[in-house]
């Protein structure tokens, strides 16, 4: 991320007439722009709201663990902290002073995240309606759909990153799912090349395990399109800014199905890759060593 914007014109726009973000921007939480952070304004996660983070090696990682709080930077943002209907801090939702959350809250310092977790700040916000803010029907509810929502993209976003450890483990066991050479046969014991024949059939079904898990990443239930973009679509136009939905609990149910559906198959295809990791490759890497130590032995001697 890069800063090009102007700290006057980003600066205390105010939300309601801000447009979505193309890109991060670089948003200063004082006049000389020393404390800031990067802002995404109407993000696919949150088009009624914004995700800050700081980044880091700008001077922009001061803002965490320091004293700046959740209120200098909705001010910062042009964000009425009492139009927030929730916040999402260190991967746990909160519910805003809109939906009947602590007004405390905006005087929360921004703390310090600890190792593997995302330092992003996102945060809803209630759309205003004639006359004031929309009344908050079925909030309970819209707010555990939102928590599921948000669930639903950090599991995406892993399965993406599984998906590819995944295809790396099988290219290094089909690399490793080899005959043996003249030299390995001629120094292997008998016993050596029936482990070797054992070794290879772990191979081959580590690799179909993988094989499988991919495919249901890429084919399966949780890639159908149309629910996924049911459930987006549910989520923008009515949950964000909270219009009636018809049965409500139901949809909350389909939600977290989806959502639980994707975490399954998160632990399936994390399972698939620590039993090849230790069933396939440190299996048949071990019988290679062996093998390579009675060659390297009958070479020195």
């Known amino acids: 991320m890069n800063s090009t914007n102007d ?10 007439v801000r447009p ?7 948003l200063p939480l004082d ?4 404390s800031h952070v990067w802002a995404w304004f109407r993000p696919p996660v949150a088009p009624q709201g914004a995700v800050f983070r700081p980044a880091e090696g ?3 990682e001061g803002v965490v663990g320091g004293r700046v709080t959740l209120g200098s930077v909705l001010s910062a943002a042009g964000i009425d902290a009492a139009t927030v209907s929730a916040w999402m801090l260190l991967g746990v939702m909160y519910p805003g002073p809109a939906s009947g959350g602590a007004a405390a809250m905006v005087e929360q310092l921004i703390p310090a995240p600890g190792e593997g977790v995302d330092p992003s700040i996102t945060v809803q916000v209630a759309v205003p309606a004639m006359g004031g803010l929309m009344p908050m029907a079925n909030d ?7 928590a599921h929502w948000m669930a639903v993209q950090k599991s995406e976003s892993k399965l993406i990153s599984l998906r590819k450890q995944l ?3 099988m290219t290094r066991l ?7 050479n003249h030299e390995e046969k001629s120094h292997a014991s008998r016993q050596d090349r029936d482990d070797w024949e054992d070794a290879r059939r772990w191979l081959r079904n580590a690799v179909s395990g993988l094989s499988r898990y991919i495919k249901a990443f890429d084919v399966g239930d949780t890639r159908l399109a149309g629910k996924k973009d049911w459930l987006q679509k549910i989520y923008e136009d009515c949950v964000v ?5 018809d049965n409500p609990q139901a949809v909350e149910s389909e939600f977290e199905f989806y959502r639980k559906s994707l975490m399954n198959l998160e632990s399936q295809m994390s399972g698939a890759l620590s039993h090849a990791g230790q069933e396939g490759q440190t299996r048949a890497q071990g019988v290679l060593a062996q093998i390579a130590a009675k060659v390297r032995r009958n070479r020195s001697g």
Not at 20 to 26: F, G, L
Not at 31 to 34: F, I
Not at 140 to 146: K, Q, R
Request: charged share 15%; net charge negative; hydrophobic share 40%.
């Open 241 to 245: 800014v909270r219009q009636p939905i």
């Open 58 to 60: 700008d001077g922009s």
């Open 20 to 26: 979505a973000s193309a890109t991060w921007e670089w």
């Open 7 to 16: 700290p006057a014109a980003t600066a205390r726009v105010p939300f309601a």
């Open 174 to 180: 089909n690399t490793l799912n080899r005959d043996l």
């Open 167 to 169: 295809a790396g483990m």
């Open 140 to 146: 309970s509810v819209y707010e555990t759909i939102t």
């Open 31 to 34: 006049e000389s722009g020393t």
